[in-house]
């Protein structure tokens, strides 16, 4: 199957800095790509859907300012997070669908622990 | 509502034995399901992805998809200590490139 790439795979940072975390398809080209959280013992929640050359769309309650996404290549998305706070600490996991054979599947990255001191 | 619903188990098997797992969804325009495994402080990775009515078996995995009754199980057949993990259900409401939708999960529990 497609391999989507995510790094860093863990980060601990202060409170108040930011963080970028990168989303690579490794083998396929993708246009779409989405962002989730998943807080200890909760199912996995949509933040955005990243778009290649335009803006994300944010699901309704994430600050779009504070999550920063940037889609710049077709096989490339950035989630940073910006003055980050404790409660920001999550596992951030990517995933992207396969351009342009897309089977209704999603493949994701390994994910990324955010902890935010 | 939510709009996807699993019942968060855990759910425990003797091994050998089969796991049904359940999941029901409340937008009756939904198209796509999938079956997804996480394992814990993993990402989920795919099980199992059905489309129509009826059953699809994949090794000792079967899903079986009712959209009358918006309703979509995994059975997990001779169930093995690897297989515990939690079980997410999504749900693709649009056509084919929309978001996934995940239910709560399902904590399954194979004991040897």
């Known amino acids: 199957g497609a391999v989507v790439s995510q790094h860093p795979s863990w980060v601990i940072c202060k409170s108040g800095t930011s963080v970028k975390i990168e989303c690579r398809s490794l083998?396929?080209?993708?246009?779409?790509m989405f962002w989730y959280r998943q807080f200890p013992k909760q199912s996995l929640m949509l933040m955005a859907t990243?778009?290649?050359?335009?803006?994300?769309?944010?699901e309704q309650g994430v600050e779009k300012d504070k999550f920063l996404i940037n889609h710049a290549s077709l096989t490339l998305s950035t989630l940073t997070v910006t003055s980050a706070h404790p409660e920001d600490s999550s596992f951030y996991i990517c995933?992207?669908?396969?351009?342009?054979?897309?089977?209704?599947?999603?493949?994701f990255g390994e994910g990324s622990r955010l902890t935010v001191l | 509502q939510k709009e996807v619903e699993q019942n968060s188990g855990p759910l425990s098997v003797p091994e050998g034995a089969i796991a049904s797992l359940n999941c029901t969804y409340s937008?009756?325009?939904?198209?796509?399901f999938f079956w997804y495994r996480q394992y814990s402080g993993k990402s989920p990775e795919l099980i199992m992805s059905?489309?129509?009515?009826g059953d699809k078996e994949d090794g000792r995995f079967t899903a079986q998809l009712n959209k009358a009754s918006q309703y979509v199980s995994l059975l997990i057949r001779d169930s093995q200590p690897s297989d515990s993990a939690t079980y997410l259900c999504?749900?693709?409401?649009?056509?084919?490139?929309?978001?996934?939708?995940f239910g709560g999960g399902t904590r399954v529990l194979v004991k040897p």
């Open positions: 995933s992207a669908k396969e351009d342009p054979l897309y089977t209704g599947e999603l493949f």
């Open positions: 937008d009756r325009g939904s198209q796509s």
């Open positions: 083998d396929f080209q993708a246009t779409t």
């Open positions: 059905i489309y129509s009515n």
């Open positions: 999504a749900v693709n409401k649009g056509a084919a490139g929309n978001k996934l939708t």
């Open positions: 990243s778009n290649e050359g335009s803006k994300a769309t944010y």
